[in-house]
């Protein structure tokens, strides 16, 4: 129930705007009516799903497995929803967020086809003032992003697109209506996840299908299957199980981990666990070889071969083999997408791979594309060209915090928060799945951060607190915390790979460490010991936090 409408200033108000209805909004708007707090989710699509309502292209999935890419805050929601297959694809998870939005009769508390333009702190009132596209005026005690760490894309790079007299899509923003690719020249440009998942199914509508690699990417046989019905009731009956593996796990999976470094093991030993993990398929690959993977050069380094002579043993061109086996930077370095026929893909006659890492695209044309050395005729252009990951969806908004304090400025050299979820300036705002938290199985570290968003807010009503903000001396230490989990590990290499994890994959964007890359059952235990101690690193009396900025400056 929406508090009030001050009908002389035109200002709805609330206790809280959610923005986003994805799987953060959504979750995050369920804890917020848990709470009594009523709430507004404000929406740009038509509908609930966030990233699964934009990324409708062909081949779109999750590369998490169908059982752990989900709620688990009701049982009932568990026991009364099917998964049909290991990896559920985007029709299908689009159909599950549908499913819980009309369960909990979500979609009253959301606007539809809206964007919010500003969100400004009034010290005064300690209040937030949001405004939308739409001229609508919001205020409310508590700003909540669930905007997504993959929701900004990049708009096709290149000089020349309007000239182009066929028909382009940005694999981002896909129509809802299928597109007929029959008879067609293609030209797919990108291949990071998005790229990978969508040439294997262009490819067996097209006339020709011509792909354009600036870097390879190390890709793992997803192994994707239907789940039977005694497979899909063992899930039920496992939930308890199922989630305490993810909440002791590396990355919030329910995935076995090995506890054998790589000189503990033998030859034959070490063979056997990267033939097993790829058999197994998926994130297998990271979780079970060794424990060292992404820390031992010479352990990465022989998974990394490992997975070349995998791909040169499923595409038949050598040349084309070659020019798909990465090198230059470590496994892991760059985000391993699971592939579901990609490499096999390039064995068909109507499939061709052009190599621009030498020879970049310099413009499209009227009639295609070209590069520095060549021209190329296209009926379509499809751009899977990446997003602005983390932060450019948040950036994107006018947020002004305490002192006029502009988040993209304060933001201009990286990301600055603490655990990922608040930053000092902006007091009662929080990040569901936002940068700096862990990089991971999403929906599992949304269900941790929400529910410790929504502790916090609960302590702040019981206990009168008027702003929970952390100090900027906290906060440092989380900034450097996140700087030293990516250092210990080979992912401080990801410039090596243009890898978005550093954001060196938006020109202009200060490279920076996006996500936290230690452990996060570590972080999930971070977050139970500070809510424990009721909070203290939010409730810094605002003189203290203002003393500790000075000294820092």
């Given amino acids: 129930m929406i508090e009030h409408i001050d ?27 848990r709470l009594k707090i009523d709430t507004l989710v404000i929406e740009e699509g038509s509908d609930v799903g966030g990233t699964w309502f934009w990324n409708r292209y062909p081949g779109a999935r999750t590369d998490s497995e169908s059982w752990v890419y ?26 599950y967020l549908r499913h819980v939005a009309d369960r909990f009769d979500l979609r009253r508390d959301i606007r539809f086809g809206t964007q919010v333009r500003s969100c400004t702190y009034d010290e005064s009132s300690n209040r937030w003032a949001v405004e939308t596209d739409t001229g609508e005026r919001l205020r409310c005690h508590f700003l909540i992003f669930a905007t997504g760490p993959l929701s900004k894309p990049i708009a096709p790079p290149f000089e020349g697109l309007d000239s182009f007299g066929g028909e382009w899509y940005l694999t981002a923003r896909w129509p809802k209506k299928p597109v007929d690719f029959a008879g067609k020249r293609v030209a797919v440009i990108g291949t990071g996840a998005t790229g990978i998942q969508v040439v294997p199914e262009l490819a067996e509508q097209a006339a020709h299908v011509t792909v354009f690699q600036r870097t390879p990417n190390y890709a793992i046989p997803g192994r994707n299957r239907a789940l039977t019905g005694d497979e899909r009731q063992g899930i039920k ?22 506890r054998k470094r790589f000189e503990e093991l033998d030859e034959d030993e070490r063979r056997a666990a990267l033939v097993g993990a790829l058999e197994r398929g998926g994130f297998e690959f990271q979780f079970t070889t060794f424990r060292d993977l992404m820390v031992d050069e010479k352990a990465n380094e022989v998974a990394a071969e490992f997975l070349r002579t995998h791909i040169r043993s499923v595409v ?55 590069t520095g050395s060549a021209e190329y005729e296209f009926d379509v252009l499809v751009f899977a060209t990446g997003f602005d990951g983390a932060t450019g969806a948040l950036l994107a908004i006018d947020t002004v ?57 609960d302590h702040s009503q019981r ?8 100090g900027s001396a906290v906060v440092q230490e989380w900034v450097d915390e996140v700087d030293s989990s990516l250092n210990a590990t080979l992912m401080r290499k990801g410039t090596d790979a243009n890898s978005w994890f550093l954001g060196v994959n938006v020109e202009g964007k200060h490279a920076a460490p996006l996500f936290y890359f230690g452990r996060a059952n570590v972080y999930i235990n971070r977050l139970v010991d500070v809510a424990e101690h009721h909070f ?15 000294e820092t400056e």
């Fill in 7 to 33: 009908e002389s200033l035109g200002v709805t108000d609330v206790g809280a705007v959610v923005i986003g209805a994805g799987f953060g909004g959504l979750r995050m708007l369920y804890e917020l009516r």
């Fill in 70 to 95: 989900a709620y688990s805050f009701s049982d009932e929601l568990q026991q009364d929803w099917d998964w049909s297959e290991r990896y559920p694809s985007q029709p299908e998870v689009l159909a």
């Fill in 237 to 258: 009956d496992r939930y308890p199980e199922i989630w305490a593996l993810t909440e002791r796990h590396a990355s919030g999976f329910a995935i076995p981990e090995t």
């Fill in 316 to 370: 038949n061109d050598p040349e084309t083999a070659e020019l798909l086996s990465p090198g230059g930077y470590p496994f892991g370095a760059k985000r391993p997408p699971v592939e579901h026929g990609y490499y096999a893909a390039f064995n068909r006659p109507n499939v061709t791979l052009v190599d621009v890492s030498d020879d970049p695209i310099t413009a499209i044309t009227t009639q295609g594309l070209r």
């Fill in 401 to 457: 915090g305490r002192g006029g304090r502009s988040l993209k400025e304060e933001w201009a050299s990286g990301p600055r928060t603490f655990l990922g979820i608040t930053a000092s300036g902006f007091p009662n705002m929080f990040l569901v799945a936002g940068p700096q938290s862990p990089f991971g199985n999403v929906p599992v570290m949304i269900e941790h951060e929400v529910r410790w968003i929504g502790a916090a807010i």
């Fill in 463 to 470: 206990c009168e607190v008027a702003r929970l903000e952390p």
């Fill in 536 to 550: 203290v690193e939010l409730t810094t009396p605002t003189d203290a936090i203002d003393s500790a900025e000075g």
